[in-house]
């Protein structure tokens, strides 16, 4: 169990023993806490903020929020009781931030070292932003872009293009996108971002604003430094600008969350292994786990209820290990044909590691 500091106040309802807390901003799952349900529980969810988050008084009165919604042909502002009144729509999706396994990376980049536990699947409820569009006139002509910008607030003094948490996405994201005001049947607590969030399905955790305080359609990409220089796929060593792919989409992904316990020796015998599997934008068709470090592949089972392309599903596969170590792997296929590659993208900031084998554990097998 790796050193770990205190819970902050707005996460201390977190389950201690299943996080790794690395600073007040950014809390990991553990990757023997994610369970085998397929869902993550609340409790056990990581937590990442770019910045402080806003106090929790917001949302003592979820209903009242209120969202200014713009380049439309009716730009307004809605409370969420308003929004509850357009549609309901909830989506099961995994939550990854971009940054998630950039601790495998070799070159060191800065930024939280997360291993497998910044990302979790969750339901998310809440209105389409097409019924939003509807319900404004639709959207104003030439626009290219949803940026959803972060209720939090910007020090006095501050150039707010350095701090504001504003995301810009492509409007293929709008498609499945909701403002949404539960997670996991709760309202969202302000650890991940209520009274309202920008959901955008598929895509990196940062694509997902919360405490969303504005929804514009825009011509442009924000003009925040998260958006332009940050979330950037350069090459090692340069800093991103516009130029380099923005975050935005996740590839498919899987690793093995058990037998992981380093503490707990796993019997020569039959063990079960077991882990989550995504497909990114398209559904998880087929899992593969190897025993050998990646030489031969078997097929594993998906297990549980199958819910929908966004979300992950925990896979199974019950194998023969005989004492000594074992390196076991698993890799993905999509319903697009996409399989999880070998080798990490390499980019400065370490952005969407989804390597086969960065993410192979070793097993002593007694
Ligand atoms: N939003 C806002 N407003 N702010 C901040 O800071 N962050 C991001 C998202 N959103 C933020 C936001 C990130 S970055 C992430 S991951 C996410 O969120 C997380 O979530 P949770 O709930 O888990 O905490 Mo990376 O890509």
Same mark, same amino acid.
């Given at each position: 169990v790796s050193a770990s500091k205190? *819970?902050? =106040?707005?996460?201390?309802?977190? &389950?201690a023993d299943s996080m790794i807390v690395h600073s007040a901003n950014t809390i990991e799952t553990r990757r023997t806490a994610f369970g085998s349900g397929g869902i993550t529980p609340l409790d056990r969810l990581f937590v990442r903020n770019?910045?402080? +988050?806003?106090? @929790?008084?917001?949302?003592?009165?979820? &209903?009242?929020?209120?969202?200014q919604v713009d380049g439309v042909a009716?730009?307004?502002?809605?409370? %969420?009781? #308003? *929004?509850k009144t357009l549609g309901l729509q909830s989506v099961a999706m995994v939550l990854q931030c971009s940054g998630n396994g950039r601790s495998y990376f070799p070159h060191k980049p800065s930024g939280t070292q997360w291993t497998v536990g910044a990302a979790g699947c969750v339901v998310f409820t809440g209105v389409p %932003?097409?019924?939003?569009? #509807?319900?404004? =006139? =639709? /959207? @104003?002509?030439? /626009? #290219?872009? /949803?940026? =959803?910008t972060g209720g939090e607030e910007i020090p006095a003094g501050l150039d707010p293009n350095t701090v504001m948490v504003e995301r810009s996405v492509p409007l293929s994201g709008i498609e499945d996108a909701l403002l949404a005001w539960e997670i996991n049947g709760e309202p969202i607590p302000l650890a991940h971002g209520g009274p309202l969030r920008m959901i955008v399905p598929g895509y990196t955790g940062v694509n997902n604003v919360k405490y969303v305080k504005k929804l514009a359609f825009t011509k442009d990409q924000s003009p925040a430094s998260i958006q332009q220089n940050s979330y950037r796929m350069s090459p090692v060593g340069v800093k991103g600008t516009p130029e380099h792919d923005s975050v935005w989409e996740m590839p498919p992904k899987s690793w093995i969350n058990n037998p992981y316990d380093p503490a707990q020796p796993v019997k020569a015998g039959k063990v079960t292994i077991n882990g989550v599997a995504m497909g990114g934008m398209s559904e998880a068709e087929k899992i593969e786990?190897? %025993?050998?470090?990646?030489?031969?592949?078997?097929?594993a089972e998906f297990i549980g209820p199958d819910l929908g392309k966004y979300a992950w599903r925990v896979?199974?596969?019950?194998v &023969?290990? +005989?004492?000594? #170590?074992?390196?076991l792997a698993s890799r993905v296929t999509n319903d697009d044909g996409e399989t999880q590659p070998e080798e990490r993208v390499e980019n400065n900031r370490g952005y969407i590691n989804n390597s086969w084998r960065d993410h192979m554990i070793t097993v002593k097998v007694a």
């Open positions: 205190p *819970l902050p =106040g707005y996460a201390e309802w977190k &389950d770019n910045v402080t +988050p806003p106090a @929790a008084a917001i949302v003592k009165d979820p &209903d009242a929020w209120q969202v009716k730009p307004r502002s809605f409370t %969420v009781a #308003e *929004l %932003v097409k019924a939003v569009l #509807e319900a404004t =006139g =639709g /959207m @104003a002509d030439g /626009m #290219e872009y /949803m940026t =959803g786990v190897s %025993v050998n470090g990646g030489k031969d592949w078997q097929k896979f199974a596969l019950t &023969d290990l +005989p004492a000594g #170590e074992h390196q």
